[in-house]
Nanobody, 125 residues
Framework: QVQLVESGGGLVQAGGSLRLSCAAS????????MAWFRQAPGKERDFVAA????????DYADSVKGRFTISRDNAKNTVYLRMNSLKPEDTAVYYC??????????????????WGQGTQVTVSS
């Protein structure tokens, strides 16, 4: 069983920064790609960023490219999302997720099987 616990959300002014963390239990963390998704009120859960098992490959939604950075520390079983130049439209609950398989290259939330409880990010204008 894998458990994912996000932290680091909060209230920030537009233009500010936050770093989200996702701590994972289980010995297989380092074998799987990880991703961040977000869901704003009344909207679908959207892909934000993903990172390969070793951290050598990353993928970003166009809306966050150049502002957000995903990284991971397999020794600490943790994945991070550094968010800079935050905008009010970044306001959402942010979720980390583990991919079902070890293969790389998906933004489809149905290909991720373990999810955290989410952390709220609110960006004020």
């Amino acid at each position: 069983q894998v458990q994912l616990v996000e932290s680091g959300g909060g209230l920030v002014q537009a233009g500010g920064s936050l770093r989200l963390s996702c701590a994972a239990s289980g010995r297989t963390f380092s074998s799987y790609p990880m991703a961040w998704f977000r869901q704003a009120p009344g909207k679908e859960r959207d892909f934000v960023a993903a990172i390969s098992w070793g951290g050598g490959a990353t993928d970003y939604a166009d809306s966050v490219k150049g502002r957000f950075t995903i990284s991971r520390d397999n020794a600490k079983n943790t994945v991070y999302l550094r968010m800079n130049s935050l905008k009010p439209e970044d306001t959402a609950v942010y979720y980390c997720a583990r991919k079902k398989t070890t293969g790389w290259g998906s933004r489809n939330l149905y290909e991720f099987d373990y999810w955290g409880q989410g952390t709220q990010v609110t960006v004020s204008s």
